[in-house]
């Protein structure tokens, strides 16, 4: 009948909207995505909530399995709940095409996202430019690739939200040496060890346009839009001795140019004995 | 004790989420800033819902008598009720700095908003670069400001997402000159009257780098969010032909690299007989 893809928002259970709710509660079947954001609660919160069970899908379920999830949404309504909005991740799109190529309804009900929250700072959303992802450096790949579009931005006066690496269900590749399938723990990248790797690009780019530097302000944050959010002002240098605490975290690299009002609201979250305070 | 921020998110009074709806129960004044966007039903819908009176807030009350609306805050809970997301208008900055000079706490709860919902259409939203306004040209004042940010945002290879002008209670000066107090009827911009205004500010600026012709790509978008909620994609030509509808539109400008997996998703949307088809 329909594919609900539903937006779970950003905190807990109740960070899902009235009609999202009425929707869930219409379905025969209810699967949770959770791998490219996590939820700060568990799932048995949510199937008390919606007096349904919840299976979690996996990457590949969602991306290659996708007609295991819609079988039997022609005779019942399927839903697919994502934490944040579900077109802020791409992941889903896959399974929409194959919806509407199977003449299956689909519907998207949305929800707050990072991509909105990051304003919570006080820096005007409409100043960001491209957001940029930074992916864990190992001893063979340090891809820059994230310094070009932040540099762009900043030579535009843009401001860039970087958004950092999850790793889930990555294999353990010596037990798996050893004929085990074992996963190793979920990582979440902090905003220190992004700082430290952006770093890490810009001084091995030196004098070019756009470039930032140790000087250069920035806004940590942790846990957008839950109850206990942290959010941070203060130099790359500076923020680098902050502790966020628990995952998720996302940053924010400033333009040159912060505009009065964006510094007068950001006022509040600037760290002590800062050079912008 | 709080002054609760709220989004309402883009459709009707069943957008919000149960987190929102808790905390409208939980104050003794609710009020509904609605200049900025429109909400898609009537406020009667809303007190029916709450099972409160809510108050409209004009623009001056809430940029300049903010603390008409805070008094009483340190007794009972308040609430301002945003269409969308309240930290994607920057009108409410002002209330929230003052809330916290007068020592009184302040709770943000996020919901949808255009500019993550601006990722219906298909386009990659970490692909968007800064967010333009077009406001309604006037014989004397044609400003072509917007340009700018377009034309960076392509020559980096991002879409521009433009906000269209929304013109409420503006005064009539016909009536204003005969001494009569009087708001002219409402006006929203529609795609068609955007895409024209944008189509001569290219025209004028000729063969600069980053411009558009009436031949690249565009997405206009109207009602997003909501049950009837139309995208429609092609060329600037092309759908400064079709009607959208209804308000609130708006429209995003493509980069001239718009990625496969973006068009996969978009050719849906795409208007019969395009040259994108």
């Given at each position: 009948m329909v594919l609900y893809i539903i937006g779970l928002g950003?905190?807990?259970?109740?960070?899902?909207?009235l009609r999202g709710l009425n929707a869930v509660k219409s379905c025969t079947r209810v699967y949770l995505e959770a791998y490219t954001s996590i939820l700060c609660v568990g799932k048995e919160k949510l199937e008390a909530l919606y007096g349904k069970e919840v299976t979690l899908a996996s990457r590949e379920m969602v991306e290659s399995e996708s007609d295991t999830i819609l079988d039997g949404a022609k005779e019942g309504n399927v839903a697919m709940l994502v934490v944040?909005?579900?077109?802020?991740?791409?992941?889903h799109t896959d399974m929409m095409i194959r919806a509407r190529e199977l003449d299956i309804p689909v519907e998207v009900i949305h929800n707050a996202s990072v991509m909105g929250a990051a304003g919570s700072c006080g820096?005007?959303?409409?100043?960001?430019?491209a957001t940029v992802s930074i992916p864990y450096f190992t001893e063979g790949w340090r891809p820059y690739s994230f310094w070009e579009k932040t540099a762009y931005n900043r030579k535009g006066g843009m401001h860039t939200l970087a958004l950092l690496d999850i790793k889930t269900k990555e294999p353990d590749f010596e037990a798996l040496a050893k004929g085990k399938k074992v996963y190793l723990p979920p990582r979440f990248m902090s905003v220190n060890v992004a700082l430290e790797q952006m770093l890490e690009a810009a001084e091995s780019k030196?004098?070019?346009?756009g470039n930032y530097s140790k000087d250069t302000m920035c806004v940590g944050m942790a846990r957008?839009?839950?109850?206990?959010q942290c959010i941070k002002v203060g130099s790359i240098e500076e923020l680098l001795k902050e502790d966020f605490g628990e995952p998720l975290h996302c940053l924010v690299i400033c333009a040159d140019d912060v505009h009065e009002l964006e510094l007068e609201a950001m006022k509040h979250y600037i760290v002590a004995g800062s050079r912008y305070a």
């Amino acid at each position: 009948m329909v594919l609900y893809i539903i937006g779970l928002g950003m905190g807990t259970e109740d960070d899902i909207t009235l009609r999202g709710l009425n929707a869930v509660k219409s379905c025969t079947r209810v699967y949770l995505e959770a791998y490219t954001s996590i939820l700060c609660v568990g799932k048995e919160k949510l199937e008390a909530l919606y007096g349904k069970e919840v299976t979690l899908a996996s990457r590949e379920m969602v991306e290659s399995e996708s007609d295991t999830i819609l079988d039997g949404a022609k005779e019942g309504n399927v839903a697919m709940l994502v934490v944040g909005d579900p077109v802020c991740a791409t992941t889903h799109t896959d399974m929409m095409i194959r919806a509407r190529e199977l003449d299956i309804p689909v519907e998207v009900i949305h929800n707050a996202s990072v991509m909105g929250a990051a304003g919570s700072c006080g820096l005007h959303l409409y100043n960001f430019g491209a957001t940029v992802s930074i992916p864990y450096f190992t001893e063979g790949w340090r891809p820059y690739s994230f310094w070009e579009k932040t540099a762009y931005n900043r030579k535009g006066g843009m401001h860039t939200l970087a958004l950092l690496d999850i790793k889930t269900k990555e294999p353990d590749f010596e037990a798996l040496a050893k004929g085990k399938k074992v996963y190793l723990p979920p990582r979440f990248m902090s905003v220190n060890v992004a700082l430290e790797q952006m770093l890490e690009a810009a001084e091995s780019k030196g004098e070019e346009e756009g470039n930032y530097s140790k000087d250069t302000m920035c806004v940590g944050m942790a846990r957008l839009g839950q109850k206990d959010q942290c959010i941070k002002v203060g130099s790359i240098e500076e923020l680098l001795k902050e502790d966020f605490g628990e995952p998720l975290h996302c940053l924010v690299i400033c333009a040159d140019d912060v505009h009065e009002l964006e510094l007068e609201a950001m006022k509040h979250y600037i760290v002590a004995g800062s050079r912008y305070a």
